[in-house]
């Protein structure tokens, strides 16, 4: 092997290597696009899994409630949305569920009152 084919090698090596650097670096980005993904899934998952728990007991609490009063509270629904906005997740059904990130959104707004 000359000096030149060498060099010709290590000038390979080197490109090779710039690649693989530049793959890495996608695929750490990747993976942290991930964890955030899977961060926010599991808090919205959390905040969902209380809200369904919460109005289970509430559906509970009428069926039983049922013979001693068929009375149910008026704009009890529209009380759990607004709280569900309150708390900073949409309500409209254009991002139901999700984390709203300290922002206003008119489609939860107008939802909010039309069902007032
Ligand atoms: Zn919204």
């Known amino acids: ?25 996608d695929l750490k980005n990747y993976l942290a696009e991930l964890l ?8 919205e998952n959390h905040h969902l899994r209380n809200r369904l728990e919460s109005s289970t007991e509430q559906e509970e609490q009428k069926e039983t409630g049922k013979s001693s009063s068929s009375e149910v509270p008026v704009g009890e629904g529209y009380d759990n949305l607004a709280r569900l906005y309150e708390e900073g997740f949409h309500i409209c059904n254009v991002h139901f569920g999700s984390p709203r990130q300290d922002e206003d959104c008119l489609f939860c707004l107008l939802f909010l009152n039309k069902s007032k």
Do not use: P, S, W
């Open 1 to 25: 092997m000359n000096k030149k084919e060498v060099f010709e090698q290590v000038t390979d090596m080197e490109e090779k290597i710039g690649q693989l650097y530049q793959q890495l670096g």
């Open 36 to 43: 955030e993904e899977n961060h926010r899934l599991a808090v």
